[in-house]
Nanobody, 123 residues
Framework: QLQASGGGLVQAGGSLRLSCAAS????????VGWFRQAPGKEREFVAA????????YYADSMKGRFTISRDNAKNTVYLQMNSLKPEDTAVYYC??????????????????WGKGTQVTVSS
């Protein structure tokens, strides 16, 4: 199972770090990603990281503001979010894929999904 945490309420321009912890099995051989869904909108790809952490892939609107990383010893993936904007308000989900790294696929989703965490950015 995957469980996202670290969400909360933050002012515009602030930062949050989300964590995605795996339990019951390891995802150290799998790519992991973050997605988000705002009210009334479709789910949106945010970022992905390869099994080793050596490769990353971001949605254009997140480049330079968000950083994805992972610690396989802790079975945890992180999303550092800086310079947050009100339009970043959404439920953020982490997910893992069957592949080790196939970034062209992740824009459309991944195979294993966790529960999300709410991020609210006030103006």
């Amino acid at each position: 199972q995957l469980q996202a945490s670290g969400g909360g309420l933050v002012q515009a321009g602030g930062s949050l770090r989300l964590s995605c912890a795996a339990s019951g099995r390891t995802f150290s051989n799998n790519a992991v990603g973050w997605f988000r869904q705002a009210p009334g909108k479709e789910r949106e790809f945010v970022a992905a990281i390869s099994w080793s952490g050596g490769s990353t892939y971001y949605a254009d609107s997140m480049k330079g503001r968000f950083t994805i990383s992972r610690d396989n010893a802790k079975n945890t993936v992180y999303l550092q979010m800086n310079s947050l904007k009100p339009e970043d308000t959404a439920v953020y989900y982490c997910a893992a894929d069957q592949t080790a790294w196939a970034p062209g696929k992740y824009y459309y989703g991944m195979d294993y999904w966790g529960k999300g965490t709410q991020v609210t950015v006030s103006s």
